[in-house]
């Protein structure tokens, strides 16, 4: 129980279009990360499922029932905040009981399911506590806390990692990725982030200026990028984009191929080009370098490739990972 | 302010502002309880002598004494109930965008601007007065009879003109605070399926305990001594029927020419505002910590 479907979806603010129409089908039990870069419209898309925003044309259904008029709380759902939103005068446990509360549910039964919730998300013996006496990730915790008791149809999560330190953002993922799992339920995700796109996403939907670039699974994104706009910003560091003689010998307008597809060596290759930043990690080194009737070309060698600044070095692209893109930015298909 | 030095440099610098605060507030204090102990009159300035306690006895026996208490405490309630409740109900209002936002908000913090015995006056002779008031011809237009205010209601109608004045001061603390309510916490409790009822009472009024403890201490201090809007619209009367401590005192000292006496009320003033500040304190106080 938690399908969503949205159809013709647009919303307008004043003169800005800012989701000009979107169709999009999330079934029951999905990961769906909505990922974007800023301004994209990924927050007003999760805003209107929620109902916190009015849709200005189109329908949304939730498990195939139109609540494109119904209030927020009506419709069944439950959203992380980014700012996680908790009540800053309640303890932990009113924080967590208050959407019970407000269903007018016994009070044995909110208790129970609070001190659930708490033993699920390790918050028991934090229950009694103010949210300004916890650190980030607890509060986070308790965000989730309240989201889960009300045993939503789908989760609505908008961007709650970004203001955890990126340790903490490592192991919140874990935690809601091994949440989701457990619960089983329709979770709606947004982010600018695209490594938490690619990590937790059972579906990813890239979004540009409120339009859908593409839907799929991470990997599918990954190998096959329907334009452009999707191949240089999934994935990390970007795709490299060749435009010129060898991008027209391969027949496309502009050739793509990801820094961990170029093959770098010391002795030959098709390219050549000077090292300009060698960023040592241990496992990998990413280079960036200057390559020669090129320009900018990021490549990924082995964490063992001794480069320096300055240095030459060969390089040629893993043809068969190649991506070739026409005029209109579009991928062409072998 | 880290290190001795600074912290010493920053006593030496505030010690003469200390000083002088202390003398301003220590002097009169000091000099009010000695006039209480005098006989001192004015009628008769040459012949002033120690009496004890009986300026507090004289003040105490006054007929008027416990009334005017009963009136001072019945203004400083009556205006703070007026205030906060219509003061948190127009900053819910002024809260929402409407068109021309900026005019109405300075409309209404305007009475603020207007000073007392002004405003008393206004009201005595414009909105109350039973022959040509606006309250008057409201009553004639529903062919009721006018109400005479001052003579049948003159607590009520002080409490009017006062809650009056003081709306705006209320309505902007309380606005302020509104404002600076996370938007994400509104719609949170919105998801959470809490209706407009509850999310003012679990969410926004919550939020704005501490600005209306703020409000309900920084009122008090002024409401304990109303003074201009009683001499100007029924001058305490009728009998003592809006006469507070303060008006009791200045009836002694400047239409009695007793100076002592007066000195006493005025102790005994002081020590009225202080139990009302102490119980003030533990009632609302703790809103202020955190």
């Known amino acids: 129980m938690g399908s969503i479907t ?29 990922v974007g870069p800023s301004g994209c419209g990924k927050s007003t898309l999760l805003r209107l499922i929620a109902g916190l925003e009015d849709v200005s044309d189109g329908q949304i259904l939730i498990d195939g029932k139109d609540v494109t008029q119904a209030a927020p709380a009506e419709r069944g759902l439950a959203m992380v905040f980014q700012s996680y939103a908790l009540y800053p005068h309640m303890s932990v446990r009113n924080n967590i009981a208050f959407p019970l509360k407000m269903a007018k549910m016994e009070k044995s039964a909110i208790d129970k399911k609070v001190t659930d919730a708490a033993r699920v998300l390790n918050l028991t013996d934090y229950l009694e506590r103010r949210p300004s006496q916890l650190s980030g990730g607890q509060r986070q915790r308790v965000a989730i806390g309240r989201a889960i008791v009300r045993e939503p149809s789908a989760f609505l999560f908008d961007e ?12 919140m993922r874990l935690e809601i990725s091994d949440l989701h799992h457990q619960l089983k339920t329709t979770m709606v995700y947004v982010t600018h982030d695209q490594v938490e796109a690619m990590t937790m996403a059972d579906k990813i939907v890239v979004l540009n200026r409120g339009n859908i670039e593409q839907v799929g699974s991470p990997l599918e994104l990954y190998k096959s990028p329907r334009n452009l706009f999707v191949a240089g910003f999934i994935g990390s560091p970007h795709m490299n984009f060749v435009d010129g003689a060898y991008a027209q010998s391969k027949s496309a307008k502009t050739a793509g191929i990801r820094p961990e597809h170029l093959i770098l060596s010391k ?14 990690l241990g496992a990998d080194t990413f280079l960036h370098l200057d390559v ?19 240095d030459r070095v060969y390089l040629t692209p893993d043809e068969a990972k190649l991506h070739r893109f026409d005029d209109k930015g579009i991928a062409l298909r072998a | ?59 105490y026996t006054d007929p008027a004494f416990f009334q005017s208490i009963w009136n001072t405490l019945v203004i400083v309630g009556g205006v703070l109930l007026i205030t906060v409740i219509g003061g948190i109900a127009i900053a819910l ?44 011809d409201i009553s004639r237009f529903f062919g009721l009879r006018p109400i005479d205010w001052f003579a049948q209601y003159p607590l009520f109608s002080i409490v009017i003109i006062v809650a009056w004045q003081w709306l705006p001061f209320a309505t902007l603390i309380l606005l302020t ?4 309510l996370d938007g994400e916490q509104k719609e949170a409790a919105e998801m959470d399926g809490a209706n407009f009822f509850n999310r003012f009472v679990y969410l926004v009024l919550p939020h704005l305990a501490r600005s209306i403890t703020v409000v309900i201490l920084i009122q008090t201090i002024f409401l304990l ?48 505002a202080n139990i009302v500040a102490f119980f003030l304190m533990r009632a609302v106080g703790k809103n202020l910590d955190r």
């Open chain 2, 225 to 272: 001594g109303v003074y201009a809007e009683i001499l100007v619209t029924t001058n305490g009367g009728p009998g003592y029927a809006s006469t507070n401590l303060a008006f009791l005192i200045y009836r002694t000292a400047l239409l009695g020419y007793d100076v002592g006496g007066a000195s006493a009320g005025g102790i005994i003033a002081v020590v009225l």
């Open chain 2, 177 to 180: 605070a509104l404002q600076s």
């Open chain 1, 6 to 34: 949205l159809q013709k979806v647009s919303k307008v603010f004043g003169e800005a279009k800012v989701i000009p129409s979107i169709d999009l089908e999330i079934n029951d039990g999905e990961f769906v990360v909505f």
């Open chain 1, 160 to 171: 709650p990692l970004s203001n955890l330190d990126a340790a903490l953002r490592g192991t």
């Open chain 2, 93 to 136: 209002l002024l809260d929402q965008p409407i068109f021309g936002q900026g005019i109405v908000r300075i409309l209404i913090i305007s009475p603020f601007f207007v000073m007392p015995p002004v405003a008393a006056l206004v009201w005595k002779n414009m909105i109350m007065n039973p022959s040509y008031g606006v309250f008057a």
């Open chain 2, 1 to 59: 302010m880290a290190t001795q030095n600074t912290k010493t440099l920053a006593r030496l610098m505030m010690a003469p502002s200390v000083l002088l605060l202390l003398v301003w507030m220590i002097v009169p204090l000091a000099m009010t309880l000695w006039f209480s102990f005098q006989n001192y009159n004015l009628l008769d300035p040459s012949n002033v002598s120690f009496t004890g306690l009986f300026n507090y006895q004289f003040f």
């Open chain 1, 267 to 280: 002795d030959s290759g098709l390219w050549t080009g000077t090292v300009k930043v060698a960023e040592h």
């Open chain 1, 292 to 310: 020669d009737g090129i320009g900018q070309v990021t490549a990924r060698a082995g964490g063992e490739f001794g480069a320096q600044y300055g």
